[in-house]
């Protein structure tokens, strides 16, 4: 039986790794698309052959993924962009999918800030938005990546805004520090989980 991806989206500061927390206490395996990217930069020998022949040897200088010489590139402008994410992407989909494949559960969840923008929404089956105040984003994200606010309100910018995101998701989960988490992705996996017997039964 193939499992029901769960795909787990917002913007910076949103929250979507405490979401994700709690889905992995409901028996959830959850795929980090940030965590594994990294991770395939330098073990992926199709990503690194093509970061080298893009930016030359320095970019793997010592076997260390040269981080500010990537980013400066990256950040160059959409083609530079385009061309980082096409070495980039095509590794990360198929990792992801031999871990689908892999994980033996009813659900997978795989989070990633950029699911929409990267064309992984024919990775998943249902689209979860984790949404909180913008405000709220920025002050989560200065204070866990020590940044100053013109520096997150970058990246904001760089992302799709949340009005765009909303289009494509099947459910929202508000983090806004006042609405209750734990309910809101109980009742996440219980609507999904109507016709299936056997998920966390500790829970249902």
Known sequence: MKPIRIGIT??????????CHLLEVMGVPVYVA????KRLMLADASIRTGLTELLGPEVYADGV???PLLAAYLFAGPEQARRV?????PAVRADLRRWVEAAHAP????????????????????????DAPLELRIARAM????APREAVESRVRS???????????????????????????????SSLSENIDYLCPAFL
């Open 34 to 37: 940030d965590t594994e990217t």
């Open 159 to 189: 992302q799709l805004d949340d009005e765009d995101k909303r289009k494509y998701a099947h459910f929202t989960v508000v983090n806004d520090d006042k609405t209750p988490l734990i309910p809101q992705v109980f009742g996440l996996i």
């Open 107 to 130: 659900f997978v969840a795989f989070e990633s800030a950029i699911l929409v923008e990267a064309g992984f929404l024919d990775e998943v089956d249902v689209v979860v938005m984790v």
């Open 85 to 89: 994410n096409g070495i980039v992407h």
């Open 10 to 19: 917002g913007g910076i500061g949103s929250g979507k790794s405490i979401v």
């Open 65 to 67: 993924l040269n981080k």
């Open 143 to 146: 204070l866990r990546d020590n």
